[in-house]
């Protein structure tokens, strides 16, 4: 029988007696359609939900059916201070004249030595609203914020992310090992 990914993962650690500790939210990186679109202080809406249809059956009375249904994706919201590239609401200003252009979305979570270590792809996303900055004189040190939500087709993190992840993780690992002696 074939170890997985993450089953040969533990083990190394185990062995190595390395930790693994979580990557900090706050670093990250967002693409569209593989160019780098700046930096985003939020990225909120990486999720999916499996919807379920019930169904009960004649003479069972302890539990209901439950069967996954049509998968679900939340739009995908962007924040960031307001900067002098506006290639997201460029795009956005585009759909509003009609011209639908979806793209292909990635958010990459990066390790402190800002490389990335697993990303997700949006699938065919298309800006569907932009927020622009609230303004406030009485908060002088206040950064101007806008954000874009986006509708797509699908949020998948690929083999290769989570092959990289595992890697990552291993070599980080091999690298506490060796400084360590």
């Not at 083990?11 to 007696?17: D, N, P, T």
Request: net charge neutral; proline share 4%.
């Amino acid at each position: 029988m074939p170890i997985g990914l993450n089953a040969a993962l533990a083990v190394a650690k185990e062995q190595l007696g390395v930790r693994l500790d979580p990557h900090l939210g706050n670093n990250f990186f967002v693409e569209v359609d593989g160019l780098l679109v700046g930096s985003f202080s939020t990225v909120r809406g990486l999720q999916s939900d499996v919807k379920l249809t019930e169904h009960d059956e004649g003479g069972v009375n302890g539990y209901r059916h439950q069967f996954p249904g049509q998968v679900s994706y939340p739009r995908l919201v962007l924040a960031r201070g307001v900067t002098e590239l506006d290639t997201m609401y460029s795009w956005y200003a585009r759909v509003c004249r009609g011209e639908f252009e979806r793209r292909d979305v990635t958010v990459m979570l990066l390790d402190r030595r800002r490389v990335p270590v697993m990303w997700w792809n949006v699938k065919a996303a298309l800006p569907v609203k932009w927020v622009g900055p609230d303004f406030d004189a009485s908060r002088s040190t206040q950064v101007a914020v806008e954000s874009v939500e986006l509708v797509h087709r699908g949020i998948v993190k690929p083999l290769l992310s989570r092959g990289a992840s595992a890697a990552h993780a291993l070599g980080e690992g091999i690298n506490t090992v060796v400084e360590s002696q």
